[in-house]
């Protein structure tokens, strides 16, 4: 975008969105929006006693447990992998 003025020329570019979708805010990961809604449901359906918050925590912890398990098994690459040894 180029903004003309009377003795200033401006000029913005925006390049494309970075591919990462983990932000982080210093050592924190902040989640993804869908997590966020995600968990915001959760919670509003315990709170409104749809479900009950015991069953609401164990489901939470579960999505915890399995993206954080996705997260690490996909992360490892394919230096992790064993090769076999020709002997």
Known sequence: MVLHLPYVTARLEMGPPP????????????P???M???CV????????E????PIAAAIAAGSYVTEHTRSAA???????RRRPVDA
Request: no cysteine; aromatic share 6%.
């Open 74 to 80: 996909t992360g490892r690459g394919d230096g992790a």
């Open 50 to 53: 749809a479900i009950e918050w």
């Open 32 to 34: 993804t929006a869908k």
């Open 41 to 48: 449901g959760l919670g509003t359906l315990a709170a409104v």
């Open 36 to 38: 966020t809604a995600y």
């Open 19 to 30: 591919a990462d979708t983990n932000h982080r805010l210093g050592p924190v990961v902040i």
